[in-house]
């Protein structure tokens, strides 16, 4: 008889209750979502006037989904405030653009806190509990001042920064006591597990610990890389009933088509990637009117400042090059500030030639692996991918590119255009065996798989006198958790 499963507790910032298409997350879980008794919990999406409204509880199956409202000062504070203007830009290198306000880290604190304190309501002691992304850092910190002794593991969607990078934040004391409180702590990329790690060897050589310093969670903490997949076979075959979405005009007559597609944001290296077609057709002047390039870019967080700069610069630098380069009968930019359905998006990859993943940085970039599988193995088209995603650890059979760098991008793009078919079809089989090995259902058996491995390890005793406190950890507590992180160099691929 097979042993049953405990329930697995989810918190997220969003919940996907009432989505009629499940987004990345949810597509991740299917498997966890379908195998056991499920409680996800997280903010509802929606907006009150009540403080302390409380949660509204919807059980589907085996899943419950139990979501809360945000008041507005919270949704400015928590989310629109510290976790996308303090933490985003951070965690992407953007210090220039980072806002850190007291007042917002404030509310960012409170709303974990209040979060922990309606999910502590809930818990079971044989439950396990799996935190996502960098709005809920704190969130496991909080619950263990309620003495939640249960193993909890957090997993970060966007990239870990290095030391230098995440000690600039004025308040990186109290994230990492976030994360110092969990059992498991998973990163996309090798690259960031690594930056985790040197930031807590760094913090430990810096801090002069006392021989009886207290020990925290984070002495019996590992971090691991576990990079996400996606439905490779699924996406595969919705993109071979989808082929032929784009017009005629732009892959008939012998155009090839060069295919961008990520979501507003200064992350993406969008201006970078459009300054790359205006080099390689200037370099190339016989490949005006046998190219077209589309860009697909629904518009994000259009509240902050720095998303509608970036919206504007995107545009002028659209409309430049268009200025120079149109016909009568061809723009060489072609535009989309919208989403497009998943299966006229899945057919756009497949019929493109070249796919454009050339973020400044990122996590990991599901983009690069939905084309990946969207293409036809017999004529598949050349992914040129970003050394700063996390993706390319995976994927070194792309073209990797320095997005900083359009003269380097452009060459690469004029080589993905030449490949002759065999080496193409030799990189993409590479490829999508690695898209087939670890997938979603590798990445998500993963990380709960070690999770059960923390289980199997908690006693009645939690390490970190520091838990039952109301404070953050101190440099010196938080570098005792340091030493058993520092050197730990495992993987989950």
Not at 371 to 377: I, N
């Amino acid at each position: 008889m097979s042993r049953k499963l405990s329930r697995l507790v989810l918190v997220s910032n969003r919940v996907p209750v009432g989505e009629t298409t499940p987004g990345g997350l949810a597509v991740a879980l299917k498997d966890a979502l379908s195998t056991r008794q499920v409680l996800w919990f997280g903010w509802s999406g929606g907006l009150t006037d009540k403080t302390g409204a409380g949660l509204t509880s919807i059980r589907r199956g085996n899943v419950e989904y139990a979501v809360t409202d945000l008041t507005t000062d919270e949704y400015e504070g928590y989310y629109a405030g510290y976790a996308n203007k303090a933490l985003w830009p951070s965690f992407h290198y953007r210090l220039d653009l980072a806002e850190y306000q007291p007042d917002e880290f404030a509310t960012y604190m409170a709303v974990n806190a209040r979060f922990a304190r309606e999910l502590f309501e809930r818990i079971s002691p044989s439950d396990q509990i799996w935190i996502h992304d960098y709005h809920l850092i704190p969130l496991a910190a909080e619950l263990r001042k309620f003495g939640v002794t249960n193993p909890i593991g957090f997993f970060s969607h966007i990239p870990f920064p290095s030391p230098e990078i995440f000690r600039a934040i004025p308040q990186h004391a109290a994230l990492a006591s976030g994360l110092m409180a969990c059992d498991l702590v998973g990163f996309q990329s090798d690259r960031d597990r690594s930056n985790f790690e040197r930031y807590a060897a760094e913090q430990a050589a810096m801090s002069a610990l006392p021989a009886n310093a207290p020990q925290t969670g984070g002495s019996r903490m590992r971090a691991m890389a576990f990079p996400i997949g996606i439905d490779a076979v699924g996406f595969a075959k919705e993109a071979e009933t989808s082929a032929g979405c784009a017009p005629a005009a732009l892959v008939g007559a012998g155009k090839c088509l060069i295919l961008g597609v990520d979501r507003m944001d200064y992350s993406k290296g969008l201006v970078e990637r459009v300054t790359a077609i205006e080099t390689l057709l200037d370099s190339r002047p016989d490949l005006c009117e046998r190219v077209s390039y589309i860009q697909v870019t629904p518009p994000s967080r259009g509240e902050v400042d720095a998303y509608a700069q970036l919206r504007i610069e995107l545009e002028t630098c659209i409309g430049h090059v268009n200025g120079r380069f149109t016909t009568l009968d061809w723009a060489p930019v072609r535009y989309l500030a919208q989403g497009l359905p998943r299966n006229e998006l899945a057919g756009l990859y497949r019929d493109a030639a070249v796919g454009l993943v050339t973020p400044l940085r990122d996590g990991m970039n599901l983009v690069a692996k939905e084309f990946v599988a969207a293409q036809d193995p017999r004529n598949p088209g050349v992914l040129v991918l970003s050394e700063f995603a996390g993706v390319a650890e995976q994927l070194p059979e792309a073209l990797i590119i320095n997005p900083h760098d359009p003269a380097q991008q452009a060459r690469a793009i004029e080589h993905a255009l030449a490949m002759p078919l065999p080496e193409r079809q030799e990189r993409h089989a590479a490829m999508m065996d690695t898209l087939n090995r670890y997938d979603a259902s590798w990445w998500c058996g993963a990380f709960l798989q070690e999770l059960a491995v923390a289980t199997s390890r908690s006693s009645a005793v939690q390490a970190g006198a520091a838990h039952a406190h109301n404070e953050p950890l101190t440099a010196p507590q938080i570098a005792a958790g340091a030493l058993a992180v520092a050197g730990c160099r495992l993987s989950g691929s």
